[in-house]
């Protein structure tokens, strides 16, 4: 099975920028679809942004729009979500997964493959 791990979490004041990654290991992560996820103390998880294989489709949910991108690192073997301008909702645990990737949604299986999880912070 696919391995990810991500990484680039970390703490943060509001207004500032963080850039997570994640990479496979074994696998070249081109040819998937990846999507990052959130989940913050006491809340379901949520939907963040995800790129399909070809990088023709992207998408971001409402809360993260026009201030997160993401991207591939074809050289890293990686997916990259850069966050610019954080606020403190955008506290929680980011995971990176395996997705079909639509410009409207993103769904995941009992067959994706999941990181570990990198903690983001947003706090004066």
């Known amino acids: 099975q696919l391995q990810l791990v991500d990484s680039g979490g970390g703490l943060v004041q509001p207004g500032g920028s963080l850039r997570l990654s994640c990479v496979s290991s074994?696998?070249?992560?081109?040819?998937?679809?990846v999507g990052w996820f959130r989940q913050a103390p006491g809340k379901e998880r949520e939907e963040v942004s995800c790129?399909?294989?070809?990088?023709?489709?992207?998408y971001y949910a409402d809360s993260v729009k026009g201030r997160f991108t993401i991207s591939r690192d074809k050289t890293q073997n990686a997916v990259l979500l850069r966050m610019n301008n954080l606020q403190p909702g955008d506290t929680a645990i980011y995971y990176c997964?395996?997705?079909?990737?639509?410009?409207?949604?993103?769904?995941?299986?009992?067959?994706?493959?999941w990181g570990q999880g990198t903690q983001v912070t947003v706090s004066s």
């Open positions: 074994g696998f070249t992560l081109d040819y998937y679809a």
């Open positions: 997964a395996t997705v079909t990737c639509t410009g409207s949604a993103m769904y995941v299986f009992p067959s994706d493959s």
């Open positions: 790129i399909s294989s070809n990088d023709r489709v992207t």
